[in-house]
């Protein structure tokens, strides 16, 4: 089992950044996949990216490319999102993601997860 809990979320205005991290426990973090959804009010959850147990990351949406950025850090069984230029249309429930398999290219199929967060809210006013 691995527990997974987020925190950075919060209230901003557009052009804002913050910051959510999600700290790992239960499995060897470093050998996690770990991934970061977001779902909108009336919207399917889609992958924003992730970063497999080498550091190999990939960006799932086009819309957050060049703004948003993920990193791990395996001394603190941590992933991070770091989220700058933030626009009203990246208001949503962000979850993190892991998944015990070494996948060579971070996957970012959401039915490849086997574990999730609980989510953080990230509003972004216009």
């Known amino acids: 089992q691995v527990q997974l809990v987020e925190s950075g979320g919060g209230l901003v205005q557009a052009g804002g950044s913050l910051r959510l991290s999600c700290a790992a426990s239960?499995?060897?973090?470093?050998?996690?996949?770990m991934g970061w959804f977001r779902q909108a009010p009336g919207k399917e959850r889609e992958c924003v990216g992730a970063i497999n147990y080498s550091g190999n990351i990939r960006y799932d949406t086009d819309s957050v490319k060049g703004r948003f950025t993920i990193s791990r850090d395996n001394a603190k069984n941590t992933v991070y999102l770091q989220m700058n230029s933030l626009k009203p249309e990246d208001t949503a429930v962000y979850y993190c993601?892991?998944?015990?398999?070494?996948?060579?290219?971070?996957?970012?199929?959401?039915?490849?997860?086997?574990?999730w967060g609980q989510g953080t809210q990230v509003t972004v006013s216009s």
């Open positions: 239960g499995r060897t973090f470093s050998s996690l996949t």
């Open positions: 993601a892991a998944v015990d398999t070494p996948f060579t290219r971070a996957t970012l199929r959401k039915d490849e997860y086997a574990y």
